[in-house]
T-cell receptor, first 120, second 111 residues
Framework: EAEVAQSPRYKITEKSQAVAFWCDPISGHATLYWYRQILGQGPELLVQFQDESVVDDSQLPKDRFSAERLKGVDSTLKIQPAELGDSAMYLC??????????????????FGSGTRLTVV | LAKTTQPISMDSYEGQEVNITCSHNNIATNDYITWYQQFPSQGPRFIIQGYKTKVTNEVASLFIPADRKSSTLSLPRVSLSDTAVYYCLVGDMNRDDKIIFGKGTRLHILP
């Protein structure tokens, strides 16, 4: 079964430092998402890519967060500088898009295992 | 985007059937209903998806009434390993709608 790869699995960083997360979606999936999940909460969408273009980054704290998907394949999410409140699980997901109106459900997103970030 | 409402938590015992109901009163015509399961320190995992009536796979069943304003995920004969958070999502995934996760239902299976 195809998987979404994420690294690192765990990351501990000091506040004010820079940190980066990497995601490799399922081959052929044009749409890529970054989510942040605080303990006890549901995942919150940070940014959505369609190929190399940002479709939605309305919830991305742009003063410190940045995301890129330069070749429309893998993606990097960066935080600089990290703050204590950024401690969370960062999840990447990908999906493929079927033509509208086919009547065939798209089985939604495939998520990676996430990166657990702890800011100290 | 249709908002969903689910119970915050549920307890059940091994071997029992568990039903988790989700309300989505504002579901749109093109929206599908999708359920995900999430274990601690893992990403959510697709369980089942449906549009109307009943859908069954090897893991669960999904019951959707005619008005589609709610849905019920049914897990047959649960085991301890079914302890997880279950999310009900509604959206038109054929258009890659921005799917909003709620807090989900924390299911705790007791021995």
């Amino acid at each position: 079964e195809a998987e979404v790869a994420q690294s690192p699995r765990y990351k501990i960083t000091e506040k004010s430092q820079a940190v980066a997360f990497w995601c490799d979606p399922i081959s052929g999936h044009a749409t890529l998402y970054w989510y942040r999940q605080i303990l006890g909460q549901g995942p919150e969408l940070l940014v959505q890519f369609q190929d190399e273009s940002v479709v939605d980054d309305s919830q991305l704290p742009k003063d410190r967060f940045s995301a890129e998907r330069l070749k429309g394949v893998d993606s990097t999410l960066k935080i600089q500088p990290a703050e204590l409140g950024d401690s969370a699980m960062y999840l990447c997901a990908s999906s493929s898009t079927l033509p509208t109106g086919t009547g065939t459900p798209n089985y939604g997103y495939t998520f990676g295992s996430g990166t657990r970030l702890t800011v100290v | 985007l249709a908002k969903t409402t689910q119970p915050i938590s549920m307890d059940s015992y091994e071997g029992q059937e568990v039903n988790i109901t989700c309300s989505h009163n504002n579901i749109a015509t093109n929206d599908y209903i999708t359920w995900y399961q999430q274990f601690p320190s893992q990403g959510p995992r697709f369980i089942i998806q449906g549009y109307k009536t009943k859908v069954t796979n090897e893991v669960a069943s999904l019951f959707i009434p005619a008005d589609r304003k709610s849905s019920t995920l049914s897990l047959p004969r649960v085991s301890l390993s079914d302890t997880a958070v279950y999310y009900c999502l509604v959206g038109d995934m054929n258009r890659d709608d921005k799917i909003i996760f709620g807090k989900g239902t924390r299911l705790h299976i007791l021995p």
